[in-house]
């Protein structure tokens, strides 16, 4: 079993930034893909991150793009996401994904582990 812990979470003004953080334990692998999802009150669970192992190459969703970055430290077993130019659309609660599948076109599917999620508030 995996447990995931998200933090980092909390309230920012539009354009300012936050970093998130998820910390893995348990029975790990360090090879596990690993991705951030986030849920906005009334709509569905989106893809936001991705980061292949052992860190060579990042996913991200349009919406995202130039102003979010997925990164890793193995050693730590920790994602973190850095998100820059934060918007009032970005707020959502942001889970922590372990173990997701990346397909040869790069179509990303959430893996069977999640974190409990950390609530992103951007004020406009």
């Known amino acids: 079993q995996v447990q995931l812990e998200e933090s980092g979470g909390g309230l920012v003004q539009a354009g300012g930034s936050l970093r998130l953080s998820c910390a893995a334990s348990g029975r790990t692998s360090a090879t596990y893909h690993m991705g951030w999802f986030r849920q906005a009150p009334g709509k569905e669970r989106e893809f936001v991150a991705a980061?292949?192992?052992?860190?060579?190459?990042?996913y991200y969703a349009d919406s995202v793009k130039g102003r979010f970055t997925i990164s890793r430290d193995n050693a730590k077993r920790t994602v973190y996401l850095q998100m820059n130019s934060l918007k009032a659309e970005d707020t959502a609660v942001y889970y922590c994904?372990?173990?997701?599948?990346?397909?040869?076109?790069?179509?990303?599917?959430?893996?069977?582990?999640w974190g409990q999620g950390t609530q992103v508030t951007v004020s406009s």
């Open positions: 994904n372990a173990d997701l599948t990346i397909s040869t076109n790069s179509q990303i599917s959430p893996g069977h582990y």
């Open positions: 980061i292949r192992w052992p860190g060579l190459r990042a």
